[in-house]
């Protein structure tokens, strides 16, 4: 199966589509890596990305890591662009995601 290229922003139905027909099955988990973590909706079950990327990034990876603009640093990570965070930067952008953001006046 031909996988939509990590450019293409895919719809809620499309994702679930894809979900459907079990794509991951045959995939490697760098492959696996490669495609979800373009996509903001995810096209396979959760519990199954995240261990791929855990794998594939050499460490473990905190859930609130996929989401925000945390989930721009896990792209940067899997291209080698920054390195893998410490502790101290996990928890940082934890309270970064999780402290309500003030309405602007």
């Known amino acids: 199966m031909k996988l939509p290229d990590k ?32 996509h903001r909706i995810l096209c396979l079950p959760s519990k199954i990305f995240h261990r791929a990327t855990e794998k594939v990034l050499g460490r473990d990876v905190w859930t609130h890591e996929f989401f925000g603009d945390n989930r721009q640093d896990l792209i940067d990570e899997f291209e080698g662009k920054i390195p893998a965070p410490d502790i101290f930067q996990i928890m940082t952008r934890l309270v970064k995601l999780a402290t309500p953001k003030k309405p602007k006046p």
């Open 7 to 38: 450019n293409t922003e895919l719809s809620v139905s499309e994702s679930n589509k894809l979900f459907d027909t079990g794509w991951w099955e045959n995939k490697s988990e760098r492959e696996i890596v490669e495609f979800q973590l373009y």
